[in-house]
């Protein structure tokens, strides 16, 4: 095990990367070689002060088990709107330009590698992958509730998690601009892999999520 408590320059392209490739050894049904590609970030394990606030009534927004940590402000975005704004936005956020991957692509992941990629619930700091919080997108309102800003699609934009929490609330419109330069042509979140990660975790991977997770949203995501 290896502790993380922060994420350092460079982190967020060395797991999308590592991912990618892990990714598409599963959708090729080749596990062991999966596993190889999956040894450079096996086994962190997040102790950062990093937190995920929870709903007040435990609701779900992502498809998950009731009771899953949720950030209050995504409560009015349905889980096909929150997969709507990760296609619009090219999967990359909208506050460090660096490529995301949806969190239920990295669940079928660790379904397969719980030990390499420990999924936790509540991101539980010492329980959960670093991967969770620097790779996986939020939904965020551009101009916050508070502000009187809507759950309508434009005023909703893509962030990491960790960019997310770390920006905390103030508007993405007092951001500095995103680096567009960084979007990478092409990238697709590893949608086109999903189905076959899936499939997968099936063969060889550990259930810890609801039985209709990843059937619900392979369909949000149109696949
Ligand atoms: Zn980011």
């Known amino acids: 095990m290896v502790r993380v408590e922060e994420r350092a320059e460079g982190d967020t392209d060395l797991y999308v990367d590592a991912l990618a490739a892990v990714a598409s050894g599963l959708a090729a049904s080749q596990s062991s ?5 999956l040894q450079p970030i096996a086994g962190r394990i997040w ?3 990093l937190s995920r606030p929870r709903s007040k009534d435990g609701a779900s927004t ?4 009731r009771g899953i940590a949720m950030r209050g402000r995504e409560r009015d975005v349905t889980p096909r709107k929150r997969a709507e704004v990760f296609i619009r936005d090219g999967f990359c956020c909208a506050y460090c330009g660096g490529r995301v991957i949806p ?3 990295l669940v079928a ?3 397969v590698f719980p030990e390499g990629l420990p999924y936790h619930a509540y991101y ?3 329980h959960i992958h670093p991967a969770f919080w620097f790779v996986a997108p939020e939904v965020d309102h551009v101009l916050a509730h508070a502000s009187g800003g809507t759950g309508e699609l434009e005023n909703l934009a893509t962030l990491h998690s960790a960019c997310n929490a770390m920006k905390a609330d103030v508007p993405i419109t007092d ?3 995103v680096e567009r330069a960084k979007r990478v042509d092409g990238w697709d979140g590893l949608l086109s892999l999903y189905p076959g990660v899936v499939a997968a975790g099936e063969t060889y991977g550990t259930r810890h999520h609801a039985a209709r ?3 619900d949203w392979l369909r949000y995501f149109g696949l």
Do not use: N
């Not at 070689?33 to 590609?37: G, I, M, N, S």
């Not at 992502?62 to 088990?65: L, V």
């Open 33 to 37: 070689l999966a596993a190889e590609r």
């Open 103 to 105: 969190l239920p692509v």
């Open 124 to 126: 539980k700091s010492g």
């Open 175 to 177: 951001l500095p601009p």
């Open 47 to 49: 102790h950062g002060r």
């Open 213 to 215: 997770y990843h059937t």
């Open 62 to 65: 992502d498809g998950a088990p």
């Open 109 to 111: 992941i660790s379904d």
